[in-house]
């Protein structure tokens, strides 16, 4: 049990006092904040003071646990992919209909 933990993103932590059980996601050394999430979700940002306050193991991942966040975002990148794929058929559809006309505009 130490409290010299420096906060490292993306390393698991066990707060001994409170049995709790949580992930860094993020270490903002100029703002002095740190980021972490707790096993259920949820989101809470402490200052590095607040961070040295507490007596903290380093653990490992904790079983059964899915970056759903991660998981989602790969989701959202491929659903733009898809819709850029649509976006260039339509462009290739505008063209095809401008091919129906003559340079005075009248169709051919």
Known sequence: ?????EP???QWYENVEDDETFRVLSVD???E???I???DGEIEELDLEEWREFDLELIDE???WS?????DEDEDEEDWDDEDEDE???WDDDEDEDEEYDDDGRER
Do not use: F, I, Q, T
């Open 1 to 5: 049990m130490s409290r010299d933990n």
């Open 8 to 10: 490292v993103k993306g």
């Open 29 to 31: 050394e100029d703002a």
């Open 33 to 35: 904040v740190v980021e």
């Open 37 to 39: 999430e707790y096993l």
């Open 62 to 64: 904790p079983e059964g």
């Open 67 to 71: 970056d759903e966040d991660d998981e």
């Open 88 to 90: 260039d058929d339509d």
